[in-house]
């Protein structure tokens, strides 16, 4: 079996993770008998040196052809003074909008032998932290209407959701929990604002077709506590976009770093009706201060590429494979500079050894 994959290395650390991933993921395929034939797309801030555009329609195109994306991260300093339109982050954003992938699938997960890099006292861990934040990608607030008034002393930006868009991303996450712990809370704002009160009657009226899952409800400020009050209580948790931006960047943080947790943004369509490419990439960001330097973690984007495999390739031994190789480099001591769990005996690697690490684990995994 051969696959295409589209590339997107992006800006900063970008290039440095993916380059790992990719290893790993080739001695996946060594293993488990398939190849993959990559695609490089450029898009954010190289894209926009190079073309004039931070999404290029060659890239989109290349993108929408391919089985699957791997993506790295965008954005920097460089790009930063660009009007909004222009910046790196608008091309993703309206990359994921062209692919239609409006579920952005977030888990956050602790690795064993991690329990001292997360910020969080171990009686507050309790036995593990294991939870799902499924954020909708596509809608809402970063796509809404915005400007400025004409003597520019004034701003506004519009969340705006409509049923459909509600409906469908709630199906994916009552389906995750259904496969799951079987919990969902839907994480809003309901007691202000009008949009959020579409989302608690639009998961009402849906929760009898999974009458398994147990549907909750939190505002999203409570919910910011709860996450680092009692993490152990949430399993998967359904929010807007700019909500579910803010609370996985805080469920990542309480797992040890962010640089261990990977993403998946799925629910596009082809034009034939099938599924489309899913987008695969790390929740970091581009962390220009140490690109090239070999130092940041490429194991979200590693991580990435396990999801990648499951949800894209339909390679779920793969997958499992990855994050067992994964969690056996970890339980042997080796971390990146990010994780700090205060063990005298972690080794500190850059990010080639880890890669290699792990490409090790992974084959070893076949012999
Ligand atoms: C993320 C990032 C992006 C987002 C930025 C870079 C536009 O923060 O993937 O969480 O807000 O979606
Ligand atoms: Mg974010």
Request: with cysteine; glycine share 12%; charged share 25%.
């Amino acid at each position: 079996m051969s696959y295409t994959v589209a590339t997107i290395p992006g800006d900063g650390i970008g290039p440095d993770v993916v380059r790992e991933a990719i290893q790993v993921l080739d001695a996946a395929g060594k293993v488990f008998g398939f190849s993959l034939e990559y695609r490089e797309a450029p898009m954010g801030g190289r894209a926009i040196d190079a073309f004039g555009s931070p999404l290029p329609a060659a890239s989109l195109e290349t993108c929408k052809n391919s089985d699957a994306v791997l993506l790295g991260a965008v954005g920097g300093p460089k790009w930063d003074k660009l009007p909004g339109a222009q910046r790196p982050e608008a091309g993703l954003l309206g990359f994921r909008a062209g692919l239609g992938a409006y579920a952005n699938l977030r888990p956050a997960r602790l690795f064993p032998g991690l329990e001292g890099a997360s910020p969080l006292k171990a009686s507050v861990i309790g036995t593990g932290l294991d939870l799902l934040v499924v954020r909708e990608l596509t809608g809402g607030i970063y796509f809404g209407d915005r400007g400025r008034s004409p003597d520019g002393e004034s701003a506004w930006d519009t969340e705006r959701y409509s049923k459909p868009e509600i409906t469908r991303l709630l199906r994916v996450a009552f389906d995750a929990a259904r496969g799951r712990k079987k919990k969902l809370c839907v994480v809003d704002k309901a007691n202000v604002l009008e949009s959020s009160r579409l989302w608690r009657e639009t998961a009402k009226a849906m929760a009898s077709e999974w009458p398994e899952v147990e549907l909750s409800f939190l505002y999203v400020d409570a919910a910011a506590m709860e996450l680092v009050r009692a993490p152990g209580r949430f399993d998967v948790i359904a929010t807007s976009n700019m909500f579910g931006d803010i609370l996985s960047d805080e469920a990542a943080m309480i797992t040890g770093s962010i640089g261990m947790l990977a993403s998946a943004s799925v629910g596009g369509r082809r034009p034939d009706g099938r599924p489309g490419p899913g987008i695969f990439e790390p929740i970091h960001g581009s962390a220009p201060d140490i690109a090239g330097q070999d130092k940041a973690n490429p194991l979200a984007t590693i991580l990435s590429g396990a999801m990648l495999l499951s949800h894209s390739l339909g390679e779920a031994k793969a997958a499992a494979a990855i994050e067992a190789a994964v969690g056996r480099v970890i339980a042997a001591g080796y971390r990146c500079a990010d994780i700090d769990s205060g063990d005298p005996a972690e080794k500190i690697v850059g990010t080639r050894e880890m890669g290699r690490l792990v490409t090790e684990a992974m084959l070893e995994a076949g012999r």
